[in-house]
């Protein structure tokens, strides 16, 4: 074997060299960007998780506020439950509409904790859009439900002196 084939050799270890690092150095751009991928769905799925558990409590401590207003108000005078009748919608839709809308947070928080990386990236990129305009609409029935007890209150305390008064019958 002349110098030629030594050179010829020598260039062929040296492309097998070139080309393992080469395989190596694309491995692990792989593996760093699957890494970030997986960080940033971590990440996106973490926030998402975080506004609906927000959302589930808002909906649970504005349901309580709402139970505790009907139990007062079942204590009341029938003269007093009576003026207040009027604002029976509290009871018979806002708050049915205020429990649907908590066990809904509920089983949305439950299907995108189970969100796993592969499958669960296609799910988040696809349904979050939509998630979090179903948790922005139920904000809104819940603002409304805190607003109508606030109300209820207001003509709760007036029917109260009313009745203290006399002047309600």
């Known amino acids: 074997m002349g110098s030629s084939g030594v050179i010829a050799v020598l260039a062929l270890i040296v492309s097998l060299a070139s080309a393992y690092i080469s395989y190596r150095a694309f491995s692990h751009s792989v593996s760093v960007h699957e890494l970030e991928s997986t960080l940033a769905f971590e990440r996106g799925k973490s926030e998402l998780l975080m506004h609906v558990e927000q959302s589930r409590n808002l909906f649970s401590s504005a349901r309580r506020e709402i139970e505790q207003l009907r139990f007062v108000l079942s204590h009341e005078p029938q003269q007093v439950q009576g003026a207040l009748k009027n604002y029976d919608t509290l009871f018979t839709e806002f708050l049915p509409r205020l429990v649907g809308s908590e066990r809904q947070a509920g089983l949305l928080w439950d299907e995108i904790h189970a969100w796993r990386d592969k499958s669960g990236r296609s799910a988040f990129a696809h ?34 002196d009313l009745f203290n008064r006399g002047l309600l019958e």
């Open 127 to 160: 349904h979050t859009p939509r998630f979090r305009s179903l948790i922005e609409n139920d904000r809104v029935a819940h603002d409304s439900a805190l607003f109508c007890a606030q109300e209820v209150r207001a003509q709760l305390a007036r029917a109260r």
